[in-house]
């Protein structure tokens, strides 16, 4: 039998291969991280619910499956799920006091299908509301609170799901990534976190924030198990119009990378980092060439002056368009003492949006308006598309892309939630690729002078997304070593 005191350091893959195995059953495993969860949640706030039902019963059913003779590649492994993804029977709140009283009739794909390959759900996770954000401030139930410092933030939007797997109550966690979301919350946790390229993982049952830039994608402590959730969720959808049909199977045994003669990019003029993250980057690319790895400059102007002013004029616009929806009509919150329809209309969305969702309502209903759509939206999707042929250009020179994700680590806790602006500069190193809808991931590549992780961005060209795991996996081998002993306060307890 499995010592099960130090289950939740384990990997997925390693869970997976004991209870595969039947050297642990799921419902053993289940029942260790639920109340790990239960006991740590209060000082963390990573999970809007936890579900314990819904695990104990999916887990009685991987027992079964398992004895019945079957291999799933993720028998009774604990997922969190972030709270914008639908889960049949749970609450799906977006962690927005609109959704109040609202519990999903329907599954994710991506939920369906991890279901269907032995995971069990452990809950659901807390995020900027409706995913706008970069610090899980903006969540009506509270901040989630960072492992490394408690009086730091996570990052965002899914500082949940970051957090969730950072301190260790589940080893594996879905967020969504629209200009970083994944990315900037992983860095911060001193985690691995992957946004596949766009229309690699179905958005069915994902609350939309802006439909062409959102995607779902896996949290967890490695790169391996970042493939091993990937290559569960990733694939065609018919109920996704968005979702690619040329989508190749990620595999398990992809060729191991050699980094000698590796063709790696930096873009020219991506500035703004503090010095500990930038000392981090100098030491990265250092261990990089003596491994025989080849630097080259990228002149990609347009991805450095443009992104930031082309994300928040394209993903308001679509979040005004995708958040019409909510009107108290249809399903969670309704205002009440309205004298007509249009006041209850107004009502709710008053009671039901936060600052933050209002304010990029705001923004996107004046760029789509008579008179001004060509001058801001459609001027800003020519810019994107120029952003993309950058990226393009490129790839035809280098194999990846390297960056900071973030230009600083994690912060304290209202620092930059009164400045709109200094909190959108987060996401500076993201948000091009994001536009550009390309896979990339962040892996812990050091820690600054007090401790708190710094993040390293790996971006490959589209669809290169196993390719990109492997590069990711060398590299994040390389600096293991560097890494070795350090673990937030929460792995010991």
Not at 137 to 162: D, I, Q, R, T, Y
Not at 233 to 252: F, M, N, V, Y
Request: proline share 5%; with cysteine.
């Amino acid at each position: 039998m499995t010592d099960l005191r130090k289950l939740h350091l384990l990997k997925a893959r390693e869970i997976a291969s004991l209870v595969n195995l039947q050297q642990l059953t799921a419902t053993e495993c289940t029942h260790y991280f639920l109340a790990r969860a239960t006991e740590l949640n209060p000082k963390l706030n990573a999970f809007n619910q936890i579900s314990g039902e819904l695990a104990l019963k999916q887990a009685t059913a991987v027992d079964k499956r398992i004895k019945e003779g079957e291999k799933l590649p993720l028998a009774g492994v604990p997922i969190a799920i972030k709270d914008n993804i639908n889960v049949k029977g749970l609450a799906t709140t977006c962690s927005s006091k609109i959704l109040a009283g609202y519990i999903s009739p329907y599954e994710a794909t991506v939920t369906e299908r991890l279901w269907a390959a032995g995971a069990i759900c452990i809950g659901k996770t807390n995020l900027d509301e409706f995913a706008m954000g970069s610090s899980t401030e903006h969540s009506a139930f509270g901040p989630s609170l960072n492992p490394w410092n408690l009086n730091k933030v996570p990052g965002g939007s899914s500082g949940g799901s970051a957090v969730a797997v950072a301190a260790h109550l589940v080893p594996l966690a879905l967020g969504s990534d629209t200009g970083g979301s994944i990315r900037q919350p992983a860095s911060f946790c001193g985690i691995a976190g992957f946004k596949p390229t766009y229309g690699m993982v179905s958005r069915y049952g994902l609350v939309a924030f802006a439909s062409s830039l959102d995607q779902i994608g896996p949290f967890a402590q490695d790169v391996q198990d970042l493939l091993l959730c990937s290559m569960v969720i990733a694939g065609h959808d018919p109920r996704d119009s968005t979702s690619s049909k040329d989508i190749a199977a990620l595999s398990l045994t992809e060729p191991k990378i050699d980094l000698k003669g590796l063709k790696v990019g930096i873009i020219e003029g991506l500035s703004g980092f503090s010095a500990p993250v930038e000392a981090c980057f100098a030491a990265f690319k250092e261990t990089l060439v003596a491994q025989g790895a080849e630097f080259k400059t990228l002149s990609m102007p347009l991805s450095i002056s443009q992104a930031l002013n082309v994300y928040y004029i394209v993903a308001p616009s679509e979040a005004s368009s995708n958040l019409s929806r909510f009107d108290g009509v249809r399903y969670g919150l309704r205002g009440q003492g309205g004298k007509d329809l249009n006041a209850m209309y107004e009502t709710t969305r008053q009671e039901g949006f936060g600052a933050e969702v209002k304010r990029r309502i705001m923004i996107g209903s004046y760029a789509l308006s008579a008179g001004y759509y060509d001058a801001y939206y459609k001027k800003a999707l020519q810019v994107r598309k120029a952003i993309g042929d950058e990226f393009a250009a490129a790839f035809a020179e280098v194999d990846l892309i390297l960056s900071p994700t973030s230009p600083f680590t994690a912060f304290d806790f209202g620092s930059k939630s009164a400045d709109p602006t200094a909190m959108y500069l987060c996401d500076i190193a993201t948000i091009p690729v994001s536009l550009a809808g390309l896979p990339s991931l962040s892996i812990n590549a050091g820690f600054d002078p007090e401790n708190l992780p710094i993040g390293m961005q790996l971006t490959a060209a589209a669809f290169q997304d196993q390719q990109l795991l492997a590069m990711a996996k060398a590299c994040e081998e390389l600096l293991a070593s560097t890494l070795i002993g350090r673990q937030n306060a929460f792995a010991n307890v």
